[in-house]
C-alpha cells in the first residue's frame, strides 16, 4: 500500500539483506517512523510491545525474529530458544506459532552451517504467501461488498462496519478484513467505512483511520458503543472484521469488543463476515472457549495518547487513582453470530462442515 505516495508493506529486509524494518505502529497516527530490528530480543519487543500487531504480520515478524537469530547462532540450542521466546510474546493469535512451526520444519532438517540462509529464504516465502492470501480474501470478499451494493439498488454507498485493525499494517499488505474495501473502492464500488475506535489501544482511530485516509476510502470514526445504533438505523450494510484465532467449528476470537457488534448483528439483521487467512484456523480447537485470551497492561486503559495543541504527542492519565483495571484484549464470538467466513479459498458457512469443504485436508494446517 502507500504511505504519501511511496509503495510500503509492513515489514521489509533492509537494503544490508539482513536486517528487518517494520512501521513503528505504536507512532502512528501521528508520526510515520520505521524501525530496523537486528536481532531475535528486538524482534520479540516489537511483537509484545504492539509495534507490529495483527495475527498475520506477528506470524511474519516471528519468522524473521528466527532469522535474526540464526544469523548470531545458529545452533539447535538457539533455535529452540528463539521459538520459546518468541511464543511467549502473545498468546492469543494462532499465526505466531504457525509460522514458528514452519520455520522449525525448515531448519530442523537444514544443517547449521545452512539455516541462516534458508531461514530467510523461508521468511520470504511466509511473505509472498501472505500477501497472495491477504489479496485473494479481498477479491472473494469484494463478491459480498457488490452483493450488498447490488441490495441497495446501486444507488448511494455501501455502509461496512469494521472493528479494530486488521488492514494491511495487520499484515504484510492488502489486510485481511480491510481486503474487500480496498478492491471494492479500487474497482469504483462507492462505498464507507464505519471505524470503531477500538479501546483501549484505538487501533481503528489510529491506524484503521489511518490507512484508509492513505488510500483515499471515505470514513467515519465512531465510538465502540455507536455500532449498535447505527444498525437499528439502516446505516450499516454489512459488518466485516477480522480474527486472530479461528477455531474449527467457526468460532472466531478477534479483539475485545467484536462479539458485541455480533449480537447487534444479528439482531438487526445485517450481515456479519469475518475475514481469515487458513494460518488463523486451530484445527486443535473446536470450543472458543478454548482460546486463551490475553489480559494486558492496565496503563493501557488508563493511559491515553493524544496530540496536544502545541503539536507534540503527550501520554495523560484519564482514571481515578488506585481504581483498578481489568484489560481482556480479545473475545470470542460463536459461529452461531457469524454470517459467513472468508478465506483466501473462498466464503464459507461458519461451521465445522463448511471449513472442512474448503480445507479438506485439515490435519496438515493443524
Known amino acids: 500500500m502507500k504511505v504519501g505516495g511511496i509503495a510500503y508493506r509492513s515489514i521489509w529486509v533492509d537494503d544490508d539483506a539482513r536486517s528487518v524494518k517494520i512501521i513503528d505502529q505504536t507512532r502512528l497516527p501521528f508520526e510515520f517512523v520505521t524501525l530496523r530490528l537486528q536481532s531475535l530480543d528486538a524482534a520479540a519487543e516489537a511483537i509484545a510491545s504492539m509495534q507490529v500487531r495483527g495475527a498475520p504480520l506477528i506470524g511474519v515478524t516471528a519468522a524473521y525474529g528466527v532469522c535474526l537469530q540464526m544469523r548470531a547462532d545458529p545452533s539447535d540450542a538457539a533455535l529452540q530458544a528463539a521459538r520459546k521466546t518468541l511464543l511467549a510474546t502473545r498468546p492469543t493469535g494462532r499465526n505466531l506459532r504457525w509460522a514458528l512451526d514452519a520455520m522449525g520444519v525448515a531448519l530442523d532438517a ?94 481503528g482511530a489510529s491506524l484503521t483511520a489511518w490507512e484508509l485516509g492513505q488510500h483515499g476510502v471515505p470514513h467515519t470514526v465512531i465510538v465502540d458503543n455507536a455500532g449498535g445504533h447505527l444498525m437499528q438505523r439502516g446505516l450499516v450494510d454489512l459488518c466485516i472484521t477480522g480474527s486472530d484465532r479461528t477455531t474449527a467449528t467457526g468460532d472466531v476470537c478477534n479483539k475485545i469488543g467484536t462479539y458485541l457488534k455480533a449480537l447487534a448483528a444479528r439482531d438487526n439483521e445485517v450481515p456479519f463476515y469475518v475475514a481469515l487467512p487458513s494460518s488463523t484456523i486451530d484445527w486443535s480447537i473446536v470450543d472458543g472457549a478454548e482460546i486463551p485470551i490475553e489480559e494486558r497492561a492496565a496503563s493501557e486503559v488508563g493511559v491515553v495518547k493524544g496530540r496536544a495543541a502545541d503539536g507534540g504527542v503527550v501520554e495523560v492519565a484519564i482514571l481515578p487513582p488506585g481504581s483498578p483495571v481489568a484489560n481482556h484484549g480479545f473475545d470470542v464470538t460463536p459461529a452461531r453470530l457469524v454470517t459467513s467466513l472468508i478465506t483466501e479459498r473462498g466464503i464459507c458457512e461458519a461451521s465445522a462442515r463448511g471449513l472442512a469443504g474448503l480445507y479438506p485436508e485439515p490435519r496438515a494446517h493443524g
Open 110 to 203: 537444514t544443517p547449521p552451517a545452512e539455516r541462516e540462509r534458508r531461514a530467510y529464504a523461508r521468511a520470504a516465502e511466509l511473505v509472498e504467501d501472505d500477501v497472495r492470501t491477504c489479496r485473494a480474501i479481498g477479491e472473494h470478499g469484494l463478491l459480498l461488498i457488490e452483493q450488498a451494493f447490488e441490495r441497495r439498488g446501486r444507488r448511494g454507498s455501501v455502509h461496512v462496519l469494521t472493528h479494530c485493525n486488521a488492514g494491511w499494517l495487520a499484515t504484510v499488505d492488502w489486510g485481511t478484513a480491510l481486503a474487500p474495501i480496498y478492491c471494492a473502492h479500487d474497482r469504483g464500488i462507492p462505498l464507507h467505512v464505519w471505524v470503531d475506535e477500538t479501546r483501549p489501544r484505538n487501533q
